[in-house]
């Protein structure tokens, strides 16, 4: 069983930035993507942004720009680096793996870690 821990959320003024980290423990063949979901107050889970095994990236579109998403292969930890912070950026964040074995694919979500952004 894989399990995501996420850390690094907290309190950040309008303009700051915060680093999220999420490392992952237990064993799984494959990882075919890691990233990151929000859910703001009052709105469905949205994705922010996702990194591939091959390293290629996509954002949401309110956060390209500001938000730089990594990966280190080596630990099975991802990164969301949040630069310009606005307040709309408040929300829960969730880590997100997705992996497979054989032809099954699974997702595996974090407990998430709090993000408030004050104007």
């Known amino acids: 069983q894989v399990q995501l821990l996420e850390s690094g959320g907290g309190l950040v003024q309008a303009g700051g930035s915060l680093r999220l980290s999420c490392a992952t423990s237990?064993?799984?063949?494959?990882?075919?993507?890691m990233g990151w979901y929000r859910q703001s107050p009052g709105k469905q889970r949205e994705m922010v942004a996702g990194?591939?095994?091959?390293?290629?990236?996509n954002y949401a579109e309110s956060v390209k720009g500001r938000f730089t998403v990594s990966r280190d292969n080596a630990k099975d930890t991802v990164y969301l680096q949040m630069n310009s912070m606005q307040p709309e950026d408040t929300g829960v964040y969730y880590c997100?793996?997705?992996?497979?074995?054989?032809?099954?694919?699974?997702?595996?979500w974090g407990q998430g870690t709090q993000v408030t952004v004050s104007s």
């Open positions: 997100w793996l997705q992996g497979s074995e054989g032809d099954v694919l699974y997702d595996f």
């Open positions: 237990g064993s799984i063949f494959a990882i075919i993507a």
């Open positions: 990194i591939r095994s091959s390293g290629s990236t």
